[in-house]
């Protein structure tokens, strides 16, 4: 057990690694970052900011001896480097669960293996696999190179394989995956914790719109049966259990045929569709991370009133700083910012929160507060 008062790592200062920094500031630890960017979100309030590359051993062995745990905090984390940091204290993630991870056809595969349904797919490693791929998995399908894709980057729809054999050029011919597009009710995510001695907690599962492959809304509780949001939940805990997970970690869903769920992919660490519990549960899911990091006893996830998230993005910067008090007229809603300094189209600057009685008066709260932040 590691106890407050000692030094954590964080390997990654993005605004999951913030979120994570002011949790375990807030409970007493100090955290160091290692992250190559000056203005990183983390990497500003730590205590340390260790300005290097990811690959840099001799940063990774000044983070590994100065803190007693480290973690992790975005998904294309070079694997090597867990690994190597693991000589020096307990990485939590480990290296095996981000590799999975980095990896769309491996991620599938491994889903798959756990008994739990995905879209139909078909992995492409060179351009001649395409015409086979297309004929197998037919039209509407998507193609998505296997690995450094995310917020729907590094995807393409395809319609015939023509198209499949040209998105497949463009991404420079590195293995991808076609899927076939499925008909989505709606999509969904569960955020779970798993502590160092296998307990898991669940967080309620959020219903999520996405707009141009990033995470727009979420909602919660998720508008569906209860039984459908159990079986989410015991499905994110069967790969969580299976891949031997400590931390705190997502799954996302697909909800087809009116309740069939489809695994779509999992992130290794805490999730943007999670941000609501920041202000709506119990404990949130960067508490958590720090709990199962130190070994602590988990957090009580219980959802204290129906809550929407809604997505700031860098887009609201265009005719200038969005207006925040606009947005704070309505004393339910929650800001939170990441400190980014440059606010580019599609980049995550932030979001809010807003609590209400339903999940519909929540959602339509929080949609009209970001809509008043560039309402002249
Ligand atoms: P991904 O990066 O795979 O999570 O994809 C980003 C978004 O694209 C998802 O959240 C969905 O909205 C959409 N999408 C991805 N794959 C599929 C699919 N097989 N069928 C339908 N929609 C999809």
Redesign the pocket.
């Known amino acids: 057990m590691i106890l407050p008062g000692a030094t954590l790592g964080l390997l990654g200062g993005g605004q999951l690694g913030r979120m994570f920094t002011q949790a375990a500031q807030r409970m007493g630890y100090e955290v160091v970052v290692l992250d190559p960017d000056p203005a990183s979100p983390a990497g500003r309030i730590g205590s340390r900011h260790l300005r290097a590359a990811y690959t840099d051993e001799p940063a990774l062995r000044e983070l590994g001896t100065i803190a007693r745990a480290v973690t992790t905090e975005f998904e294309n984390v070079p694997a090597g480097s867990l690994t190597f940091l693991r000589q020096f204290c307990p990485v939590r993630p480990g290296p095996e669960a981000v590799t999975l991870t980095q990896d769309r056809l491996v991620e599938k595969r491994f889903a798959r293996a756990q008994g739990l349904a995905t ?1 139909d797919f078909r992995p492409i490693t060179a351009v001649g696999d395409c015409a086979r791929a297309f004929a197998e998995i037919g039209a509407p399908a ?1 193609i ?1 190179t296997a690995q450094l ?4 980057k590094g ?1 393409a729809a395809v319609e015939s394989a023509a198209d499949a054999v040209e998105a497949f050029r463009r991404f420079g011919d590195r293995p991808s995956i076609l ?4 008909p ?1 009710d709606l ?1 969904i995510s569960v955020v779970l914790a798993r502590g160092a001695d296998g307990t898991i907690v669940t967080f309620p599962v959020a219903e999520n719109r ?1 707009v141009q ?1 990033i995470l727009d809304t979420s909602v919660v509780p998720a508008r569906i049966p209860d039984t459908l949001a159990a079986r989410a939940g015991e499905a994110a805990a069967t790969l969580a259990e299976a891949m031997d997970y400590v931390g705190t970690m997502a799954v ?1 869903f ?1 909800v087809v045929d009116g309740g069939r769920l489809l695994v ?2 999992m992130a290794p660490r805490p999730h943007n569709s999670g941000h609501y519990t920041l202000d709506a549960c119990a404990t949130d899911q960067f508490e958590q991370q720090v709990r199962a990091l130190a070994g602590l006893p988990l957090g009580d996830t219980t959802l204290l009133q129906p809550v929407a998230m809604v997505n700031l993005l860098g887009d609201l910067w265009a005719a200038g700083e969005p207006r925040w008090d606009r947005a704070l007229m309505d004393p339910r809603a929650q800001l939170h910012l990441y400190g980014k300094t440059e606010p580019r189209p599609g980049r995550k600057m932030g979001h809010i929160n807003v609590l209400a009685p339903t999940a519909d008066a929540a959602l339509a709260a929080a949609l009209a507060a970001r809509e008043r932040l560039t309402t002249p």
Do not use: I, P, S, T
């Open positions: 879209a998507l998505k894709g995310y917020d729907g995807q899927e076939a597009r499925v989505l999509e996405h492959g996302e697909f779509n992919e």
